[in-house]
């Protein structure tokens, strides 16, 4: 009895990849090492998932494909002008608003979706409230070029933090923007804004906040391999799994859910920073276990 | 931003010009790429580049940051010293300081290691620093670690009584200022700051001097007068690698001279010193650093009036101390002195696994002196070490630090300083040290080879007949530092035992030739143990604060092995009738000028109290408070005046007026001794001792632009 259901079961798994098999293309127009890791787990997590999707990896517009799943903003850009449905990754949230806002008026296909590489404002929030309960004033750098902070200006309020602003006036007066900011910061929350966070400048923010005694929050690996104290961020490999999870929805009822951000994060912290700077933070398992316990919490409220 | 990259990429060809002109970057012109959440960042606060948290270092450690060094009023860096808990601080005349832990045999304290960024400015000839014509400026600190204990398996050879560590101010230090100074005593300083921070490139630039007449030119000759000259760069050719160029200079003109004695005429001495420092780091992508550093120092100094036959000096002819019949102009000569160290360091920092940091590497040096009169020819040794010291953190509370340095010190004799701490924090704010620590100091050039038939150094002195091997150093002590945040209020202080072995100590006479020279010899033994607080409160958001220092110690001394003569029992041919034999002589010498008097040589008590007040935006003002007991260094005799108590109260005011964002200028006023409670200072022979040390007081106006 065992055997035949066993046979049936395999038959009717074979009969439905077959019938259910969903062309997917995954359309890298860039190079890079995140986009190439993106493409890498999107294969493996449908595998593991015994998704019957064919994927296709290139870096052109294909002649034919039932989804697209454009890695960055430039595939994106090719993606929204084709006639396929399309899910967007590896994006920013800046990035594709104003790419949306842009070609917009030829857009010819409607069927379209995208994961942010952003976390959302509650999130970088209570990265803060979990890592430094302690901090009351935050700093923030912004200048003409920075994306929208309301949700984030709303979020802080909301756990009575308070956010001093400064603007970048130019180029050449960073060093003493920066300087009057951190005359009122406990941290430094810094945000993806190449006018004032590039490689060039990075030495000089990281040096006078740790002379100054204080911490930069950052958004990337990078920011805490480089000196931040902590950053909350997905991996590529997190964004791939949330995707595989979009193309079987796709596969199933014909559609795409709206916009997301990442559901799945990782914490980063440098403890040789915190030490140094004699800040007592948790290790990163747990400031990620209290963050999803603040998100569960805040959701009932 | 895709925009961004369109530039860049003109910038590079005209090709790209006109090929990007046609391509579709138009289209998404503005559009913010995600690239800043992938882009790749320099490492910037690397393991080498961050300070070790007091709470977790192996060894007790003073830090003086820039506050404190503004506050303080200070000028110079031995000056400086008086901040940390048991240090002495004394000048054979204002521009020769000595600075040393425990205690100090000579003007030339040599038995602590000193560095600027790493490189070592101990002295090969003499060891000891010659502060006066230190190649930085104040201005140019950034911060001082002072260990205080052996350090050898993290701070190298001769990190014997303790460690003094500069680090300089970053190549990225931007903006630029110009500072004056003019007070009494011809106290005339001036320097001038210029930073600049490029695509990839970093540097700064200072130049200045300092000078002042010293302290009484009616005894002493003892003016200064230095130029200095500094430069640093920081190449970043991409996120993982930099390279740090350092170089700079300083020339000076010294007093030198004693009013009524005419072997010390009143004269001056010039000195130059220059070093270059390259370092290459590399940070992997563990995080883990690669750290290759050569740098090379050197100095030379001119004396044009050096009596090298005091009778003859003085005018006496014959008789045993000028048998040779010199008149006043032979007697004097001029001495023309250079040394130089290159040296190569390896540093690897390594973290295995999560609770496991190794720091490892090895070093090459060649030191070289030509002291011509001193020594009967040039020397060039060439020592070598391997170290390597691991951080353990054993669970959360616990950190285990283990290390050692093995050394060849190029005289022929290999060495093994092992290390070993445990910090045990009882809550993240309270934490409790045991450490055991040991170091060896070789001798310096002068104790292996001095070689000298003239009365430079009082008397004959010839290479030592046995060959000498390096002081030992073991220290064990038990540390607490405790945080109170609450109170804004922090403790560090500990207690500690030092047992030194191998002294090395002037031989009395081992020779009965006619200059009965001397030499020197692994003699002693000693012990000092104490215990050493600092307490430190803030206030005002930080703005204000008050540190606290006090140290109290103990120190003991007896033979270990004998001087050369001691059982000679021929009779004395000097004083017959005031010693029974040579080493009736020789016993005494012991006893009287080293064992009575070793306890005096260490200061029992001594503190420190520096406040600092912020006044609104614009007023800063503080006091430092200096206490010292009576002192006596080993090579003061006892019918000399010893350093009395000292009780020093100096000020600071100062007022910051700001023109725009961009420029301020501050104007501070420091009065040293303002109560003028005139102490003695360091000296061999009265005159000096009892030159006092009176209120002095100086304006400094800076300029930032």
């Known amino acids: ?301 | 931003m895709i925009k961004t990259n369109c530039i860049k990429h003109t910038q590079f060809t005209l090709l790209s010009v006109l090929l990007l002109l046609t391509l579709p970057c138009q289209a998404n012109e503005n559009v913010p790429s995600e690239d800043l959440y992938f882009q790749e960042m320099p490492v910037v606060l690397t393991a080498s580049r961050l300070s070790q948290p007091l709470s977790e270092a192996p060894s007790a450690m003073t830090v003086i940051d820039r506050k404190m060094i503004k506050a303080s009023g200070f000028r110079t860096v031995p000056e400086l010293m008086r901040l940390v808990p048991g240090m002495y601080v004394g000048f054979a005349d204002a521009n020769r300081p000595v600075v040393s832990l425990h205690n100090s045999t000579d003007e030339f304290a040599h038995r602590m290691q000193i560095l600027i960024d790493g490189r070592s400015i101990y002295l090969p000839p003499f060891g000891g620093v010659s502060w006066a014509d230190l190649p930085l400026l104040i201005e140019d600190i950034e911060r001082i670690e002072v260990v205080r204990g052996p350090s050898s398996a993290s701070h190298g050879t001769n990190s014997f009584y303790g460690v003094i560590n500069i680090i300089t101010r970053d190549a990225l230090t931007q903006g630029a200022s110009v500072s004056v100074t003019s007070g009494n005593y011809w106290v005339s300083d001036a320097s001038a700051r210029f930073g600049k921070s490029l695509d990839d490139f970093d540097y700064r630039i200072s130049a200045g001097y300092r000078s002042d007449q010293g302290l009484d030119n009616s005894v002493l000759n003892d003016h200064n007068n230095t130029r200095v000259f500094n430069f640093r760069g920081n190449y970043q050719p991409n996120v993982s690698d930099s390279l740090d160029v350092q170089l700079g200079s300083s020339n000076g003109v010294y007093g030198m001279g004693i009013a009524g004695r005419p072997e010390d005429a009143f004269r001056n001495k010039t000195a130059q010193s220059n070093f270059q420092q390259v370092s290459w780091l590399h940070v992997w992508p563990t995080n883990d650093e690669t750290k290759l550093t050569l740098s090379h120092t050197s100095r030379d100094s001119l004396d044009p009036y050096l009596c090298i036959n005091s009778d003859g000096c003085q005018g006496n002819m014959g008789g045993r101390g000028n048998p040779l019949n010199l008149t006043v102009a032979q007697s004097f000569t001029q001495q023309k002195v250079y040394s130089q160290r290159n040296e190569l360091e390896l540093q690897n920092t390594q973290q295995l696994g999560a609770s496991n940091r190794l720091v490892w590497g090895g070093g090459v040096r060649r030191d070289h002196a030509n002291y011509p009169l001193l020594f009967d020819r040039s020397y060039t040794l060439r020592p070598w070490q391997v170290f390597a010291h691991d951080e353990w953190r054993v669970t959360e509370a616990a950190v285990l630090n283990l290390g050692t340095m093995f050394e060849s010190n190029g005289m022929g004799h290999k060495n093994n300083s092992p290390r070993a701490s445990f910090n045990y924090h009882f809550t993240p704010q309270h934490t409790v040290r045991f450490g055991i620590s040991t170091a060896t100091r070789s001798p310096v050039m002068a104790e292996a080879y001095l070689d000298a038939n003239n009365t430079i150094f009082g008397g004959a002195y010839v290479p030592p007949i046995t060959p000498l091997t390096p002081e030992k150093i073991l220290s064990k002590e038990i540390g607490y530092l405790g945080e109170f945040p609450s109170l804004n209020f922090s403790l560090d202080a500990r207690a500690y035992v030092n047992t030194v072995s191998d002294l090395i100590l002037v031989d009395k006479y081992v020779a009965l030739t006619a200059a009965f020279p001397d030499s020197y010899k692994n003699v002693g033994s000693a012990e000092f143990k104490g215990v050493e607080a600092t307490a430190k409160y803030r206030w005002n958001e930080g703005h204000s604060f008050l540190v606290a220092s006090y140290a109290y110690q103990e120190g003991s001394a007896g033979l270990s092995s004998l001087p050369t003569q001691y059982y000679n029992t021929a009779a004395d041919p000097l004083e017959p009738l005031r010693y029974t034999s040579i080493g009736d002589r020789v016993r005494q010498f012991y006893q009287t000028e080293y064992f009575d008097q070793f306890s005096q040589t260490v200061v029992s008590n001594s503190a420190s109290l520096l406040l600092s007040q912020s006044m609104g935006d614009s007023w800063q003002f503080s006091a430092g408070y200096y206490f010292r007991g009576k002192v006596r260094v080993i090579d003061v005799s006892p019918d000399v005046t010893p350093e009395y108590t000292m009780r020093r109260l100096d000020l600071r005011v100062a007022k910051t007026f700001k023109f725009d964002k961009e420029r301020k200028a501050e104007v501070a006023l420091v009065v040293q001794n303002a109560t003028q409670d005139d102490y003695t200072k360091y000296g061999t022979v009265n005159a000096v001792a009892e030159v006092l040390f009176t209120r002095r007081g100086w304006l400094t106006a800076t300029l930032n632009f």
């Open chain 1, 1 to 301: 009895m065992k055997r035949y259901l066993f046979v049936i079961a395999l038959l009717l798994l074979a009969f439905s990849a077959q019938a259910k098999s969903l062309r997917v293309t995954v359309l890298l127009a860039e190079e890079g090492a995140s986009y190439s890791e993106f493409a890498r787990s999107f294969a493996a997590e449908a595998a593991r998932n015994n998704l019957s999707l064919s994927i296709d990896q290139t870096s052109s517009l294909p002649q034919e494909t039932d989804l697209l799943v454009a890695v960055g903003i430039k595939s994106a850009a090719m993606a929204l002008n084709s006639r396929f449905p399309v899910l967007v990754v590896l994006v920013s949230k800046a990035g594709f608003v104003k790419l949306q806002h842009q070609i917009l008026d030829h857009l010819e296909n409607n069927i379209f979706s995208a994961i942010y590489l952003d976390q959302p404002s509650r999130r970088q929030v209570d990265l803060i409230t979990v890592a430094l309960p302690n901090v009351k004033n935050v700093g923030l750098f912004v200048s003409a070029q920075s994306a929208d902070m309301t949700s984030l200006r709303k979020a802080m309020t909301e756990s009575r933090l308070v956010l001093h602003e400064q603007q970048l006036e130019s180029d050449e007066t960073l060093h003493r923007d920066l300087h009057s900011l951190l005359q009122k910061s406990e941290i430094l929350f810094a945000i993806p804004d190449a006018q004032i966070y590039n490689s060039s400048t990075m030495r000089n923010i990281l040096l006078e906040t740790y002379r100054s005694g204080i911490p930069i929050i950052g958004f990337s690996p990078a920011y805490v391999r480089a000196g931040a104290l902590c950053a909350v961020f997905s991996t590529p490999e997190q964004i791939a799994k949330q995707a595989v999870s979009q193309a079987r929805q796709f596969a199933e009822s014909g559609r795409l859910s709206a916009i997301q951000y990442p559901s799945e994060f990782e914490v980063m912290v440098n403890p040789q920073v915190a030490r140094s700077l004699g800040i007592d933070i948790k290790d990163a398992a747990t400031l990620v276990r209290q963050m999803n316990a603040a998100t569960v919490a805040g959701g009932r409220k």
